[in-house]
């Protein structure tokens, strides 16, 4: 097995090697366990007409390993992993250029690790069109161009017209040196080499798994290590990648470094919260919602993408609250908040304890966030002089640490300035009104109802008219 | 450099003692407790839309907060709005550049931005009569890799110049540029409360960050290659991860570690991006082998797969009322399933 390029770790503890390295490494670990002599795939030598077919092995031997050493019980499975490992062009179907594994008697044969991925191949059309001139000065029938590689051969020599002198005599040398092996050996080659630009130049309609994701290959990490030739072809070696993209300006060391060390020393004071404790949390919370999760529970009317009915999103809308809908406002006081009936419903409550303004002043911050930068002053001084200031018309009592806060960031009003009052009387509402809310006679008839309400009354305001 | 020998030696030191409280505080694992929690059913999903239009790879999609709208980019060098229930395009965006990286909807539904390699991100106004550009937020060095809106007046984005920002609409300016990762970033997720956001990098590391202040506050270790999807947990106190090292995990902000790490042998692509179900019992992850697996995030098996792409799922989108799951993928196509 060819070492794969060598893992070098950086100064700062990042991996140079590509993120692709991974995964042929995965691959290859499969690969090591399919070849090995007692326990892998029985490999043979098969006889058919006139000629032996070396070196192989079927489609079915391939699906009864994965499901036997690699626990893949659905043949679904092993089929889409095993296409995927053939995309990638560590064995292939030595009769197509389609690169896909099938379950039945088709001869498969493995690459030979020089043409494996994770040597970072990128070959150059230059090669390929090498390779594909020398097929042409090959007489068998069998080793005949396919269309598409027909039609490859006549666009590459469109475009190297001036170099195919060149190119030509290259293809003719890599003929003479194929000739001279032995003939099992060279089927057996051929083949691997043929498989190689199946991976390299896909057979159109075709994934090309080497295609790389624009992010990452804006990265070019080792472009010294990428090879691009494979038959020697000097000229078309580039010491560098045009894409590569320099690394960020390195900030003064010593001063990183302190920062990061006041990073570390933060992380390590904060409290941490005994797993057992998460656990159950998160265990609780999923117990909650999962009603209200369609995948798990059948919404009501319907779900518009299996019914094509919009009615659940117009009553999402609606002022209308159904009995599910208030039933979340009491799992946290935030579900309240967030849905604009419950904080509706939450104000007339405060109205009726003459203690609205808490809830008018949290929204009227929520909203002066969301204000373009030349409002804020002007807001900041509204709030301040409707909920804060002296003889205020809707006096909140925040704090006396907040106030003062409040007050010096008045001075250079910001769309953060009531930041701490607003933690106060969130924590005031949410400790003292919410629960009160919760246990509310109003709340808890909404939540008994079964019966659908007339949509434009409140059911509180209906309750205070008797 | 004696100096900064010392300072290495005591961030190493620190290092040591976070991994030790987080020993100390790991007195059972998530697996163990959620023992008890009766198994998610098997889940097979249809294919219930499939949205044709775009001619190229589909490189990322966002849900508008209608539940219905959606905008997804792609290197045909569209944006294209989506009325996904009837299957009809709202509206095409023509992009500058056509190596769009991401895109997102904003939370009003007036807006959408876009970015990619040209480093920049442009935000686009949908309610003018013809579609106008807003801003051209100009200041990464880097590619953008994954962009949100808080609202119609800021904008976080995440960069492969290892920077995250957040930019004032008005002005066009970085209010605050967020500082710590030594790798290239690569997806970012709001919190619930919009308070502070998570961000994923290439140096497998994903950091929690106070937006007002600028800080990170919390870094959370575990993945052995760059994490390329991210997203809050519902209730904003944990968060899944999605890597090239072919695993997503799972981390509580409490516990200050990781819980689960959902992976399974027979696994042998990248996470390309991930979106959870409402309730976040069901994680869906597209990988680079074409399929997007469910995993139950409680218990860390594998319930389901979805395949129908003829090629590599680069984006998935949960609409926020959960009713189902979009997938969007190199093979130009937008799936919707339940």
Same mark, same amino acid.
């Given at each position: 097995?060819?070492?794969?390029?060598?893992?070098a770790?950086?100064?700062?503890?990042?991996?140079?090697?590509?993120?692709n390295?991974l995964?042929?490494r995965k691959?290859?670990?499969?690969?090591?366990?399919?070849q090995?002599?007692?326990?892998?795939?029985?490999?043979?030598?098969?006889?058919?007409?006139l000629?032996?077919?070396?070196?192989?092995?079927?489609?079915?031997?391939i699906?009864?390993w994965?499901?036997?050493?690699?626990?893949?019980?659905?043949?679904?499975?092993?089929?889409?992993?095993?296409?995927?490992?053939?995309?990638?062009?560590?064995f292939?179907?030595?009769s197509?250029h389609?690169?896909?594994?099938?379950?039945?008697?088709?001869?498969?044969?493995?690459?030979?690790?020089?043409?494996?991925?994770?040597?970072?191949w990128?070959?150059?059309?230059?090669?390929?069109?090498?390779?594909?001139?020398?097929?042409?000065?090959?007489?068998? !029938?069998?080793?005949?161009?396919?269309?598409?590689?027909?039609e490859?051969?006549?666009?590459?020599?469109?475009?190297?017209?001036r170099?195919?002198?060149?190119?030509?005599?290259?293809?003719?040398?890599? &003929?003479?040196?194929?000739?001279?092996?032995?003939?099992?050996?060279?089927?057996i080659?051929?083949?691997?080499?043929?498989?190689?630009?199946?991976?390299?130049?896909?057979?159109?309609?075709c994934?090309?798994?080497?295609?790389?994701?624009?992010?990452?290959?804006?990265?070019?990490?080792?472009?010294?290590?990428?090879?691009?030739s494979?038959?020697?072809?000097?000229?078309?070696?580039?010491?560098?990648?045009?894409?590569?993209?320099?690394?960020?300006?390195a900030?003064?060391?010593?001063?990183?470094?302190?920062?990061?060390?006041?990073?570390?020393?933060?992380?390590?004071?904060?409290?941490r919260?005994k797993?057992?404790k998460?656990a159950?949390?998160?265990?609780?919370?999923?117990?909650?919602?999962?009603?209200?999760?369609?995948?798990?529970?059948?919404?009501?009317?319907?779900?518009?993408?299996?019914?094509?009915?919009?009615?659940?999103?117009?009553?999402?809308?609606?002022?209308? &609250?159904?009995?599910?809908?208030?039933?979340?406002?009491?799992?946290? /006081?935030?579900?309240?908040?967030k849905?604009?009936?419950?904080?509706?419903?939450?104000?007339? /409550?405060?109205?009726?304890?003459?203690?609205?303004?808490?809830?008018?002043?949290?929204?009227?911050?929520?909203?002066l966030?969301?204000?373009?930068?030349?409002?804020?002053?002007?807001?900041?001084?509204?709030?301040?002089?409707?909920?804060? !200031?002296p003889?205020?018309?809707?006096?909140?009592?925040?704090?006396?640490?907040?106030y003062?806060?409040?007050?010096?960031?008045?001075k250079?009003?910001?769309?953060?300035? /009531?930041?701490d009052?607003?933690?106060?009387?969130?924590?005031?509402?949410?400790?003292?009104?919410?629960?009160?809310?919760?246990?509310?006679?109003?709340?808890?008839?909404?939540?008994?109802?079964?019966?659908?309400?007339?949509?434009?009354?409140?059911?509180?305001?209906?309750?205070?008219?008797? | 450099?004696?100096?900064?020998?010392?300072m290495?030696?005591?961030?190493e030191?620190?290092?040591?003692q976070?991994?030790a409280?987080?020993?100390?505080?790991?007195?059972?694992?998530?697996?163990?407790?959620a023992s008890?929690?009766?198994?998610?059913?098997?889940?097979?999903?249809?294919?219930?839309?499939?949205?044709?239009?775009?001619?190229?790879?589909?490189?990322a999609?966002?849900?508008?907060?209608?539940?219905?709208?959606m905008?997804? +980019?792609?290197?045909?060098?569209?944006?294209?709005?989506?009325?996904?229930?009837?299957?009809?395009k709202?509206?095409?965006?023509?992009?500058?550049?056509?190596?769009?990286?991401?895109?997102?909807?904003?939370?009003?539904?007036?807006?959408?931005?876009?970015?990619?390699?040209?480093?920049?991100?442009?935000v686009?106004?949908?309610?003018?009569?013809?579609?106008?550009?807003?801003?051209?937020?100009?200041?990464?060095?880097?590619?953008?890799?994954? +962009?949100?809106?808080?609202?119609?007046?800021?904008?976080?984005?995440?960069?492969?110049d290892?920077?995250?920002?957040?930019?004032?609409?008005?002005?066009?300016?970085?209010?605050?540029?967020f500082?710590?990762?030594?790798?290239?970033?690569?997806c970012?997720?709001l919190?619930?409360?919009?308070?502070?956001?998570?961000?994923?990098?290439?140096d497998?590391?994903a950091k929690?960050?106070?937006?007002?202040?600028?800080?990170?506050?919390?870094?959370?270790?575990?993945?052995?290659?760059?994490?390329?999807?991210?997203?809050?947990?519902?209730?904003g106190? +944990?968060?899944?991860?999605?890597?090239?090292d072919?695993t997503?995990?799972?981390?509580?902000?409490r516990?200050?570690?990781e819980?689960?790490?959902?992976?399974?042998?027979?696994?042998?692509?990248?996470?390309?991006?991930?979106?959870l179900s409402?309730?976040?019992?069901?994680?869906? +992850?597209?990988y680079?082998?074409?399929?997007?697996?469910?995993?139950?995030s409680?218990?860390?098996?594998?319930?389901?797969v979805l395949?129908?792409?003829?090629n590599?799922?680069s984006?998935?989108?949960?609409?926020?009322?959960?009713?189902?799951?979009?997938?969007?993928?190199?093979?130009?196509?937008?799936?919707?399933?339940?």
């Amino acid at each position: 097995m060819a070492q794969p390029s060598s893992c070098a770790q950086s100064s700062n503890g990042v991996a140079d090697e590509s993120p692709n390295m991974l995964v042929y490494r995965k691959m290859e670990d499969i690969i090591a366990r399919m070849q090995d002599e007692k326990n892998g795939i029985p490999i043979r030598t098969v006889k058919s007409f006139l000629s032996k077919i070396p070196s192989v092995f079927s489609g079915s031997d391939i699906v009864q390993w994965m499901q036997k050493n690699l626990n893949i019980e659905d043949q679904v499975e092993a089929l889409h992993l095993g296409t995927l490992m053939a995309a990638h062009g560590y064995f292939f179907p030595i009769s197509d250029h389609v690169l896909m594994l099938k379950d039945d008697g088709t001869f498969y044969r493995f690459q030979t690790p020089y043409f494996w991925p994770s040597n970072c191949w990128e070959p150059e059309n230059t090669d390929y069109a090498v390779y594909l001139c020398k097929r042409t000065m090959q007489n068998k !029938a069998r080793l005949e161009l396919a269309d598409y590689e027909a039609e490859s051969l006549a666009r590459l020599q469109r475009a190297f017209a001036r170099k195919w002198e060149f190119i030509f005599m290259q293809a003719e040398a890599q &003929a003479k040196v194929d000739k001279k092996r032995d003939k099992i050996e060279r089927k057996i080659l051929d083949s691997q080499e043929r498989a190689f630009w199946d991976v390299h130049r896909p057979v159109p309609g075709c994934v090309n798994t080497t295609e790389a994701d624009i992010k990452k290959s804006s990265r070019m990490k080792q472009p010294h290590k990428t090879r691009k030739s494979v038959y020697g072809l000097q000229n078309d070696i580039r010491s560098h990648s045009p894409t590569h993209t320099p690394a960020p300006d390195a900030k003064e060391p010593v001063l990183l470094s302190s920062l990061q060390i006041q990073h570390w020393q933060t992380q390590l004071d904060r409290h941490r919260l005994k797993m057992s404790k998460v656990a159950e949390s998160l265990l609780s919370f999923s117990e909650q919602y999962i009603e209200y999760d369609p995948f798990f529970t059948t919404p009501e009317p319907s779900n518009p993408w299996i019914s094509d009915d919009v009615t659940s999103w117009e009553l999402e809308a609606s002022k209308e &609250a159904g009995q599910q809908r208030v039933k979340r406002w009491g799992f946290c /006081f935030d579900e309240v908040l967030k849905d604009p009936v419950g904080r509706e419903q939450f104000l007339r /409550f405060l109205e009726s304890e003459f203690s609205s303004e808490n809830l008018r002043f949290w929204l009227a911050v929520q909203e002066l966030k969301k204000r373009p930068i030349r409002e804020v002053p002007s807001r900041v001084q509204e709030i301040w002089d409707e909920f804060l !200031a002296p003889g205020a018309p809707s006096a909140i009592n925040v704090d006396s640490r907040s106030y003062d806060k409040t007050t010096q960031n008045i001075k250079d009003p910001g769309r953060y300035a /009531f930041q701490d009052a607003q933690e106060h009387i969130y924590k005031l509402m949410k400790s003292d009104s919410y629960s009160r809310f919760i246990r509310s006679s109003a709340y808890q008839e909404m939540l008994q109802a079964k019966k659908k309400r007339n949509k434009n009354i409140p059911f509180f305001v209906i309750k205070n008219m008797k | 450099m004696g100096e900064m020998e010392q300072m290495k030696k005591e961030a190493e030191a620190l290092k040591t003692q976070i991994e030790a409280a987080r020993k100390a505080a790991h007195d059972t694992d998530m697996a163990s407790a959620a023992s008890g929690v009766a198994p998610a059913p098997r889940v097979q999903l249809k294919t219930r839309r499939t949205l044709k239009g775009h001619l190229a790879k589909i490189y990322a999609m966002h849900w508008c907060t209608d539940n219905r709208l959606m905008v997804s +980019a792609s290197q045909d060098g569209k944006l294209l709005i989506w009325d996904s229930h009837t299957g009809n395009k709202v509206n095409a965006v023509p992009l500058k550049s056509s190596w769009v990286m991401t895109c997102a909807y904003a939370p009003s539904g007036n807006l959408v931005a876009s970015g990619g390699l040209d480093n920049m991100c442009t935000v686009y106004n949908l309610k003018t009569p013809v579609i106008k550009t807003v801003k051209e937020l100009d200041a990464h060095t880097g590619y953008l890799s994954c +962009a949100r809106f808080l609202s119609d007046t800021e904008v976080l984005t995440a960069s492969g110049d290892t920077t995250c920002a957040l930019w004032d609409l008005e002005t066009g300016k970085q209010k605050t540029v967020f500082l710590n990762h030594v790798g290239d970033c690569m997806c970012l997720s709001l919190s619930p409360d919009m308070n502070s956001f998570v961000s994923g990098a290439c140096d497998s590391l994903a950091k929690l960050w106070d937006i007002r202040d600028g800080q990170c506050k919390q870094t959370f270790l575990g993945h052995t290659s760059d994490i390329n999807a991210i997203s809050f947990y519902p209730g904003g106190n +944990a968060i899944i991860t999605g890597s090239d090292d072919c695993t997503c995990k799972m981390y509580d902000l409490r516990a200050d570690q990781e819980l689960i790490t959902y992976q399974d042998a027979a696994l042998n692509s990248g996470v390309t991006s991930l979106a959870l179900s409402m309730s976040g019992r069901l994680i869906f +992850a597209g990988y680079d082998d074409f399929n997007c697996n469910i995993w139950d995030s409680l218990k860390g098996e594998k319930v389901g797969v979805l395949s129908g792409h003829d090629n590599r799922v680069s984006c998935t989108g949960v609409p926020p009322d959960g009713m189902c799951v979009c997938t969007g993928s190199w093979d130009s196509f937008l799936k919707i399933w339940n």
